[in-house]
């Protein structure tokens, strides 16, 4: 079955949806970026609003509200993250769902420090909440998460930050100091030209808190979390452990104890010791041991295929 989508949020992951919505058998009736917005109840035309974005950084000539006034079944939030009250995310994640409309969401802001108001509005619509995309990118965590049974899921650990794990890879495979990787990173598009929310474990803690709140139905957010991140880490730190056989990467966990997030020493060629920008999550079971889930954690058309994975189980 066909769903009309509407997408709020034109950067990497929003374009993408626009993009790949129609290979999934869905159609994009609105699309909105920080500042306009274009509406067809019977369809937009990717490549033409694409290509506006592209040509002058606008995607329409209406505004944001239209968008969320559109024809749609299903809304995919995909505008920045941020904290606190997780706003305007949140904001449009409640005008959906009191339409009761369907609500996907690629931006952890809602789910990460609005949980439980995020379920309250649920309960009381017609439309459902799904958020694949925030934790892990690519990687099917939640759903497997809901297959499995959150219940029989003991502990969630691994690495969920692309950015800081190139940058402590580079760093242990070539002897480099963090400035010049992160330099590096920059350059390649690795790291933001403003890293902190990556490099300060903020990004992985939103995730860890996502976890947190999926296996314990809610109560935590971004303040529940211990945080540490990697930028006092120094490549001699990294040199020592591989003499013991060791590494350094930036670990997060949600366990019965709490949520915590910071640099660890795991073994070099053990399985949360994966390179570049690769994530990694562990699954910690009562009875079948540990479930390992990795992937491309982040990106534009990596991120599109679990929001519109979630689309498709809407139908």
């Given at each position: 079955?066909?769903?009309?989508?509407?997408?709020?949020?034109?950067?990497?992951?929003?374009?993408?949806?626009?993009?790949?919505?129609?290979?999934?058998?869905?159609?994009?009736?609105?699309v909105?970026?920080?500042?306009?917005?274009?509406?067809?109840?019977?369809?937009?035309d990717?490549?033409?609003?694409?290509?506006?974005?592209?040509?002058?950084?606008?995607v329409?000539?209406?505004?944001?509200?239209?968008?969320?006034?559109?024809?749609y079944?299903?809304?995919?939030?995909?505008?920045?993250?941020?904290?606190?009250?997780?706003?305007p995310?949140?904001?449009?994640?409640?005008h959906a769902?009191e339409?009761?409309?369907?609500?996907?969401?690629?931006?952890?802001?809602?789910?990460a420090?609005?949980y439980?108001d995020?379920?309250?509005?649920?309960?009381?619509?017609?439309?459902?909440?799904?958020?694949?995309a925030a934790?892990?990118?690519?990687?099917?965590?939640?759903?497997?998460?809901?297959?499995f049974?959150?219940e029989?899921?003991?502990?969630?650990?691994?690495?969920?930050?692309?950015?800081?794990?190139?940058?402590?890879?580079?760093?242990a495979?070539?002897?480099l100091g963090?400035?010049?990787?992160?330099?590096?990173a920059?350059d390649?598009?690795?790291a933001?030209?403003?890293?902190?929310?990556?490099?300060?474990?903020?990004?992985?803690a939103?995730k860890?808190?996502?976890?947190?709140?999926?296996?314990?139905?809610?109560?935590?957010?971004?303040?529940?979390?211990?945080?540490?991140?990697?930028?006092?880490?120094?490549g001699?730190?990294?040199?020592?452990?591989?003499?013991?056989?060791?590494?350094?990467?930036?670990?997060?966990?949600?366990?019965?104890?709490?949520?915590?997030?910071?640099?660890?020493?795991?073994?070099?060629?053990?399985?949360?010791?994966?390179?570049g920008?690769?994530?990694?999550?562990?699954l910690e079971?009562e009875?079948?041991?540990?479930?390992?889930?990795?992937?491309?954690?982040?990106?534009?058309?990596?991120?599109?295929?679990?929001?519109?994975?979630?689309?498709?189980r809407?139908?």
């Open positions: 079955m066909s769903l009309r989508i509407a997408v709020l949020g034109a950067g990497a992951v929003g374009r993408s949806v626009v993009d790949l919505a129609e290979e999934y058998g869905h159609t994009v009736t609105a909105a970026d920080s500042s306009t917005a274009a509406v067809d109840s019977t369809g937009l990717p490549d033409v609003v694409l290509e506006r974005k592209e040509r002058e950084g606008v329409g000539d209406l505004a944001l509200d239209d968008a969320l006034a559109a024809d079944d299903v809304l995919v939030e995909a505008t920045p993250t941020t904290l606190g009250d997780a706003e995310g949140f904001s449009h994640v409640q769902l339409r009761d409309r369907h609500v996907v969401l690629a931006n952890k802001g809602p789910v420090e609005r439980d995020l379920r309250a509005l649920e309960v009381k619509s017609e439309g459902t909440v799904q958020f694949e934790v892990g990118g690519a990687i099917p965590v939640l759903s497997t998460i809901a297959d049974g959150g029989h899921i003991t502990a969630a650990r691994g690495v969920l930050n692309g950015t800081a794990n190139f940058i402590l890879s580079r760093m495979a070539e002897g963090y400035e010049h990787v992160l330099a590096e920059q390649l598009g690795v933001e030209a403003d890293p902190s929310f990556d490099v300060e474990g903020t990004d992985a939103l860890f808190v996502i976890l947190a709140n999926v296996l314990n139905d809610g109560g935590y957010t971004l303040a529940d979390a211990e945080v540490e991140g990697i930028k006092n880490i120094p001699s730190a990294l040199d020592l452990a591989a003499e013991d056989g060791r590494t350094v990467r930036l670990i997060g966990e949600a366990t019965p104890d709490g949520i915590r997030v910071g640099p660890r020493l795991v073994p070099q060629n053990g399985t949360l010791a994966v390179s920008t690769r994530n990694i999550v562990q079971t009875y079948a041991g540990n479930l390992n889930l990795s992937g491309r954690g982040a990106g534009g058309p990596e991120t599109a295929t679990a929001v519109l994975s979630d689309v498709s809407l139908e």
